[in-house]
């Protein structure tokens, strides 16, 4: 007995694994293979079943695709574009949207202007090089003495009317004639019927 357990002994020492060993190698493999199994799958193109799936349309039927992706219409740009900027425009409204009167028309202290605030309008506007110098509209007395936002007069994205002017009817309002409008007579130049910070605009023009 004393020289069966010798021998077991002397060729567990031979082939050089002990249980504990073994079982080591066991946990290592398994967290190797989920490892690897976790950065194969995490490697695969995330728009592969988007594609797949686009590929096909009711009932299975194929769609066309152009350079291996599917065809996209006005439509859906439009919603994927206002999807993208969504979060920069609600950052925008936080940071640079101006107070609400009492009236529409009325007295506001306005938005302090600062570069820092307009930081996300400069991305794609030359806030201080083009806006502030008053190249297409007198932006300067507007944003930096009255205290308007950009909001107050503009739409910040895919407005259909010229120069994306849309006021902010629960900070503008009518004039004293009862017009609340804008007109565009071409680049740079336009009529506004308006009332706003207690200015009456009565067909200004610029």
Known sequence: MTMAKEAHAQVRSEAGW????????????????????YLFRGSASPDAHTVSASA?????????LGSGQPQVNA????????????????????????????????ASPGVTYSLTSYALCDKCHDVQGSI????SFKHSEHVQSEGSACSTCHDPHAAPWPALVNFDLSI??????????????GPGH????????VHDHVNASY
């Open 56 to 64: 096909t349309g009711p009932g299975g039927a194929a769609q066309g």
């Open 18 to 37: 002990t249980s504990a060993q073994a079982y080591m190698l066991a946990v290592f493999c398994l967290l190797l293979g989920v490892g690897l199994g």
């Open 172 to 185: 503008v309002g009518p004039n004293s004639t009862g017009q609340l409008s804008y007109i565009n007579s």
């Open 75 to 106: 439509a859906q740009q439009e919603e994927m574009i206002e999807r993208a900027v969504a979060p920069l425009l609600a950052t925008l409204k936080q940071s640079t949207l101006e107070p609400v009167p009492g009236k529409p028309g009325g």
């Open 190 to 197: 336009g009529t506004c019927n308006l009332m706003c910070h």
């Open 132 to 135: 502030l110098r008053d190249i």
